[in-house]
């Protein structure tokens, strides 16, 4: 339960880093029509704050993919569980994602949005992992790296639990259920 998480990144740690992300990319899509995708579930948060932090009329849209299941480990898989509701051609798109571990969801992800030809494509991510495989693409807008250890919380679940915890946190033994 929660007395065995322990805090790794604080609420007020993530805002502040948002806000860095925010005005970076405030300056960067001057005069552009900025959407955001987020990667559901786990970008919900980080979509939302890093949201509020930008200061352009930006559109949102959202993507679904599944690479995990229950596991804690990646299986190579991806699925795309829920696709754009709108057309990327000639936009300025930006992924949000919450973390990069493998980066083999975002390989795949940054892969099928190309070809549908967006005028650029960019990723932001609030959490990516130090020591694992790293993915192709550059990660234009990064928040924090961190060790390559399993953690939830700010979006991020264990068995789609705990994602609503306001930090991000490491779990100290085992969660149980
Ligand atoms: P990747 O494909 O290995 O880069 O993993 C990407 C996805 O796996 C993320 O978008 C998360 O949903 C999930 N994930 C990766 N590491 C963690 C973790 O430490 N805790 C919870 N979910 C994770
Ligand atoms: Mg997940």
Redesign the pocket.
Known sequence: MLDKVKVLISAEEIDAKLAEMGRAITEDYQGKELLMVG?L???FMVMADLARHIELPVEFDFMA?S??GAA?K?SGV?RILKDLDEEIAGRDVLIV????????????LMKSLRVRQPASLELAAL?V?DG?ER?PTDIKYEGFH?PP????GY????AEKYRNLPYVGVVEGDLGE
């Open positions: 990667v579930k786990g970008a993919v690479s995990y804690t990646s991806v994602e919450d973390i990069i571990d493998s980066g083999l969801t975002l390989r795949y959490l992992k694992v993915p961190i250890e399993f953690v939830i979006g991020l679940d264990y």
